[in-house]
T-cell receptor, first 111, second 113 residues
Framework: SQQGEEDPQALSIQEGENATMNCSYKTSINNLQWYRQNSGRGLVHLIL?????REKHSGRLRVTLDTSKKSSSLLITASRAADTASYFC???????????FGKGTHLIIQP | NAGVTQTPKFQVLKTGQSMTLQCAQDMNHNSMYWYRQDPGMGLRLIYYSASEGTTDKGEVPNGYNVSRLNKREFSLRLESAAPSQTSVYFC????????????FGNGTRLTVT
């Protein structure tokens, strides 16, 4: 069953604006990861945040994690046309069976 | 450095036919995974292999078999394809000992008619 649920399912913004996507999950986690998928391609890892971390930055990406609310957010600042993609959150619970993915947010950056 | 390579990229099968999807990684990762991606469903785990010589069922294993041929290669077999198996299949690998993220191939688009 799906662990993470992204919100919104789709988001369209103007280039230069900030994009925020949210993820909620159900069970305890070791870490939460965000991935990007360009059309017709595999997923690419963006950032990992551990369960004992609250915020993490990587370039134009900012991720927050609230384990009490079982939620995370991904902020992309100063968006570019190349950021158009689907974004997935994935949770890792400590087992050997890898990650459990959400259904994704489809982000469109209008030039 | 190729990363994770999947073949074929596209495949059309008739109901009842069989085929094997191939996956190879060159990153010396211990763990390998097969996911399927369907519209509106995200990615769902079919099978995984935590290390060479071991395989385990994921969320949606019915209708599939896997083989971890060696550390590099992890294949997925459909013995008797069904239209419900029309999907995009992704192979991924990671090194859980170092908490590495998943590295994905570019997928195989399978249509079963």
């Amino acid at each position: 069953s799906q662990q993470g649920e992204e919100d919104p399912q789709a988001l369209s913004i103007q280039e230069g604006e900030n994009a925020t996507m949210n993820c909620s999950y159900k069970t305890s986690i070791n870490n939460l990861q965000w991935y990007r998928q360009n059309s017709g391609r595999g997923l690419v890892h963006l950032i990992l945040i551990r369960s004992n971390e609250r915020e993490k930055h990587s370039g134009r990406l900012r991720v927050t994690l609230d384990t009490s609310k079982k939620s995370s957010s991904l902020l992309i600042t100063a968006s570019r046309a190349a950021d158009t993609a689907s974004y997935f959150c994935a949770t890792e619970g400590g087992g050997a069976d890898g990650l459990t993915f959400g259904k994704g947010t489809h982000l469109i950056i209008q030039p | 450095n190729a990363g994770v390579t999947q073949t074929p990229k596209f495949q059309v099968l008739k109901t009842g036919q069989s085929m094997t999807l191939q996956c190879a990684q060159d990153m010396n990762h211990n763990s390998m995974y097969w996911y399927r991606q369907d519209p509106g469903m995200g990615l769902r785990l079919i099978y995984y292999s935590a290390s060479e010589g071991t395989t385990d069922k994921g969320e949606v294993p019915n209708g599939y078999n896997v083989s971890r041929l060696n550390k590099r290669e992890f294949s997925l077999r459909l013995e008797s394809a069904a239209p419900s198996q029309t999907s995009v299949y992704f192979c991924a690998s990671s090194d859980v000992r170092t908490n590495s993220p998943l590295h994905f191939g570019n997928g195989t688009r399978l249509t079963v008619t």
